[in-house]
């Protein structure tokens, strides 16, 4: 079956711009996490989704990133005013139920260059 | 605060050896710990994982090796190929409510010459 997506593959923006990045998970998963990969650096949490659950926005790094997900299907990271260190890989991956000790299913990332 | 520290940053291995990388953690909350490999342009995936509970989890030629009192853990690859050479990371997750939530270490380069 099909793997997690995510569109663009490649983003280049000026500062200042808002980006606008998309996730779609394996069908069925009902967990849904973005993570954020600087050059050379581990993965860091972002927010988590999990069905109809208040999501868990503990790890987006300020209030210019938001996320939102339709049901339990596609998901939108968006950055306002983007500035140069939010230059990254962003990841987005799902699981089937998001507990603990669950794969979570990667996709390939969105490259993210802001000038 | 890094909560999970992973080394070394990079390491080089001849075709046949034995790669191993070494994590360390500090939450004793953690129960959870997986390996992830990422190949350049992809995304990681999941390699092998273990539990407090075991010492030591093997899967083919991938272990890991499991020291709850220290605090560490290891992936161990045995009989390297060069189609092992891929960024490795390390990661845990604690238990309770936030169990979903995996902290990674920053990575290992290996690369496995033929």
């Known amino acids: 079956g099909a793997g997690v997506s995510q569109s663009p593959s490649n983003k280049v923006t000026e500062k200042g711009k808002d980006v606008e990045l998309r996730c779609d998970p394996i069908s069925g998963h009902t967990a849904l996490y973005w993570y954020r990969q600087r050059l050379g650096q581990g993965l860091e949490f972002l927010i988590y989704?999990?069905?109809?659950?208040?999501?868990?926005k503990s790890g987006l790094p300020s209030d210019r990133f938001s996320a939102e997900r339709t049901g339990e299907s596609v998901s939108t990271l968006t950055i306002q005013r983007t500035q140069q260190e939010d230059s990254a890989v962003y990841l987005c991956?799902?699981?089937?139920?998001?507990?603990?000790?669950?794969?979570?299913?990667f996709g390939p990332g969105t490259r993210l260059l802001v000038l | 605060q890094q909560q999970v520290k992973q080394s070394p940053q990079s390491l080089i291995v001849q075709k046949g050896g034995i790669s191993i990388i070494n994590c360390a953690y500090e939450?004793?909350?953690?129960?959870?710990f997986p390996w992830y490999q990422q190949f350049p342009g992809k995304g990681p995936a999941l390699l092998i994982a273990?539990?407090?509970?075991?010492s030591e989890k093997k899967e083919g030629r991938f272990t890991i090796s499991f020291n709850k009192s220290a605090k560490q853990f290891s992936l161990h690859i045995m009989d390297s190929q060069p189609g092992d050479s891929a960024t490795y990371f390390c990661a845990a997750s604690p238990s309770g409510g936030s169990n979903y939530k995996l902290t990674f270490g920053k990575g290992t380069l290996l690369t496995v010459n033929p």
């Open positions: 991956a799902s699981s089937p139920l998001g507990g603990g000790g669950e794969t979570q299913y």
């Open positions: 989704f999990q069905g109809n659950s208040a999501p868990d």
């Open positions: 939450n004793t909350a953690f129960d959870y």
């Open positions: 273990i539990r407090p509970d075991v």
